[in-house]
């Protein structure tokens, strides 16, 4: 059985904030503002994975009015979620992303965020893909605001 699910998120930029992409940081002026550590990849695809088992969404699983879940590492939430969608039987077969901002620049990044990803998700590297997409100067992100992703995987068991 295969099951597919999509995440998406949205995050502020602000100044004194680090800019997480799935745990990597990104040297930049601005990064992601947030209860947790903003990380808005991992974000969309906690969604991403919840949406395709049907188990609840991220905000649901940690409440951002919970102070548990204050500067939270994502990644650690990602992990969780992965072991709640490996107990319920599926495990990933591919997983693709876009991150939309002006600036930075993915590119740079992204076999360390592949990597990142593929570690946390016990998958190799090659079962995940991350683009970076410009916003032609448009709406929040398009003007430096704010930085949005979305995710899509495969699940199979
Ligand atoms: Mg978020």
Aim: net charge negative.
């Amino acid at each position: 059985m295969i099951r597919t699910g999509l995440g998406y998120d949205i995050h502020r930029l602000k100044s004194g904030r680090r800019f997480l992409l799935a745990g990597v940081e990104i040297p930049f002026p601005k990064g992601e503002d947030g209860h947790s550590d903003g990380d808005v990849l991992a974000h969309a695809v906690c969604d991403a994975l919840l949406g395709a088992c049907a188990l609840g969404d991220i905000g649901e699983l940690f409440p951002p009015s919970d102070p548990a879940w204050k500067d939270a590492d994502s990644m650690k939430l990602l992990k969780d979620v992965y072991e709640r969608v490996n107990e319920s039987g599926w495990k990933i077969v591919n997983l693709d992303c876009v991150i939309i901002c002006e600036n930075p620049k993915v590119l740079p990044f992204r076999e360390a965020i592949r990597k990142s990803l593929a570690e946390t998700l016990k998958t190799a590297p090659e079962n995940i893909f991350i683009k970076g997409k410009t916003k032609e100067g448009l709406d929040a992100a398009g003007q430096g605001k704010a930085v949005e992703s979305f995710a899509q995987c495969l699940l199979e068991k």
